[in-house]
C-alpha cells in the first residue's frame, strides 16, 4: 500500500506562527484544510471510514481552537473562521452517507456556531 504524499506532509497542528501573518495566513490555512481533506479523501478510497472521519474531524476542530484561542494572531483566526466551511462540508458529506450521521454533523454544526459566535476575531 502506497503512502500518501498528504500523509508525509500533513501535521496535526495548524502553525500559528509565521513571520508574515497578513500575507502567509491565508495560503498556511487553506494547505493545512486541503492536506487533511486529501487523507480523508485517501482513506475514503482505502474503505478505512473511521479514519477518514477521524481526520475530517481533525481539521474541524483544530480550526475551531485557533478561532477560539486569543493568543493566535487576529489574521490566522479569521482565515480559520473564513475557512472552516470547507472541513463543515466535507463532514456533512461524510456524515449523509451514515446511519444518524446528520444528527452527529447538526452537533458540530451548533459547535461551530457558538464558537464562531462568541470568539469572532472580527469583532
Not at 508525509?8 to 498556511?28: E, G, M, S, V, Y
Not at 490566522?76 to 458529506?93: D, S, V
Request: aromatic fraction near 12%; charged fraction near 25%; glycine fraction near 2%.
Amino acid at each position: 500500500m502506497l503512502t500518501p504524499l498528504a500523509l508525509i506532509n500533513f501535521k496535526p497542528h495548524l502553525n500559528a506562527h509565521c513571520t508574515r501573518p497578513h500575507l502567509d495566513a491565508p495560503q498556511q490555512v487553506a494547505e493545512f484544510i486541503s492536506t487533511g481533506c486529501e487523507l480523508a479523501k485517501w482513506y475514503e478510497r482505502q474503505s478505512c471510514a473511521l479514519l477518514q472521519e477521524l481526520y475530517l474531524r481533525r481539521v474541524f476542530f483544530e480550526l475551531l481552537n485557533h478561532i477560539a484561542d486569543p493568543l493566535v494572531h487576529t489574521c490566522i483566526r479569521q482565515q480559520c473562521l473564513e475557512q472552516i466551511y470547507k472541513p463543515l462540508l466535507a463532514l456533512k458529506r461524510y456524515y449523509k452517507a451514515r446511519r444518524r450521521g446528520l444528527h452527529k454533523f447538526y452537533l458540530l454544526e451548533r459547535e461551530a456556531r457558538i464558537i464562531s459566535h462568541e470568539f469572532n476575531p472580527y469583532s
